[in-house]
């Protein structure tokens, strides 16, 4: 499974449907106060801009124009459908918009209204409301993770050590907050700076604000090659937090080895490896760093360091990651999966049961 794949946004939905969470007002919670839109449309577009993909606009002439909202003008659509690079028609800023449904407008920005400001996670800057849709501005990023890595193969330690180190803390900063990220993964984490020295957690979609201190979760979110052994077995709960951390330790892997640590072509197959979950770490990482993974990839979620306890772990401490050696990968890389829907994962249960358990 190879990193030149598009990682696959996937849900699998459980039989009972997360409650639905309250969203406090936004004037108390630090997220700017929503607006109301003013539409407009802006004649004669640069032959590089491109409309809004599902505007808001009219129909007639949509082809040859670009939409305005606010004083924004949302210019091509990103990976992902529902997301757009904006411009600030005065200041020129540029930033991220997210177009979210109006009626699942409190469920999507409850756990912003939960998160007090953090430098490793992006900020909403502005909301405007709209008849059908909610348009969310947000800091914005230059390059995610996944196309760094990819470009890279793998990461030399210190660098990684440097970049992981900011994942951590955003992730730790939401733990602390009671946000559960559940669809965490590489292409979350994008660059705020051209140097790509500086990480934002680009967005908390698919997140899931806790009402208290039991992180139970039953629906089942993330992408195949990041979800934990636990969300694939037949128990009706699992550990929210825990299972952030399963995926944080695919992403440690995944920078210092250049590929995923469970990977077939087979949504069975992959599935009965990471159910399994045994791997195997390159000799040529330092002690330390194969440590970590070791750390985050325990089969039991119990056993798996917290987002806390990871920054006090002595691979992310000053100096002490330059001890591995870096060369090029050498395994082979498999294709990406494309995990099944719900009938699809009935499948998959019923074909282990007809194999007698294999994966159990």
């Given amino acids: 499974m190879s990193l030149l794949a598009q990682e696959c946004p996937l849900v699998v939905a459980s039989q009972k449907k997360q409650q639905r969470l309250d969203f406090d007002d936004a004037s108390e919670t630090g997220i700017p106060e929503a607006k109301r839109p003013r539409l407009s449309l802006l004649p004669s577009p640069s032959p590089c801009l491109q409309p809004l993909a599902s505007s808001p606009l009219p129909a007639t002439d949509q082809e040859s124009r670009i939409s ?53 996670i992006a900020r909403v800057a502005d909301v405007i409301v709209g008849d059908q849709n909610i348009y969310v501005f947000f800091q914005p990023g230059r390059d995610d993770m996944h196309n760094y890595v990819r470009r890279c193969k793998r990461l030399p330690e ?32 994008v660059f705020a700076d051209r140097e790509r020295s500086k990480l934002l957690l680009e967005n908390l979609e698919d997140s899931c604000l806790l009402k208290g201190p039991d992180d139970s979760l039953e629906d089942k979110h993330g992408c195949p090659a990041y979800v934990g052994p636990e969300i694939l077995s037949s128990k009706a709960s699992y550990s929210g937090k ?33 159910r399994r979950g045994r791997f195997a770490i390159p000799e040529d990482l330092s002690p330390k760093a194969r440590c970590l993974i070791r750390c985050l990839l325990r089969k039991d979620p119990s056993e798996r360091l917290t987002a806390s306890g990871i920054l006090l772990h002595p691979w992310l401490a000053p100096g002490s990651s330059s001890e591995g050696s870096w060369s090029s990968p050498s395994r082979d890389q498999g294709l990406e999966q494309v995990v099944p829907d719900v009938g699809g994962l009935r499948e998959v249960k019923a074909k282990e049961e007809e194999e007698g358990g294999l994966y159990s």
């Fill in 68 to 120: 305005q909202i606010g004083p924004y003008i949302i210019l091509e659509a990103t990976e992902g459908g529902r997301c757009y690079r904006a411009v600030d028609r005065h200041t020129e800023a540029e930033y991220t918009c997210k177009v979210y449904p109006a009626k699942s407008y409190p469920e999507a920005l409850a756990p912003y209204g939960a998160l007090p400001a953090h430098p490793n």
């Fill in 158 to 189: 210190p660098e990684a050590a440097v970049l992981f180190r900011q994942m951590a803390e955003a992730v730790a900063h939401c733990h602390q907050h009671n946000v559960v990220l559940r669809d965490l993964k590489l292409r979350k984490f």
């Fill in 242 to 274: 825990a299972a952030d951390i399963w995926s944080l330790g695919v992403v440690l892997y995944t920078l210092l080895v250049g590929c995923y640590p469970f990977q077939d072509t087979k949504p069975l197959s992959l599935f009965g490896k990471i």
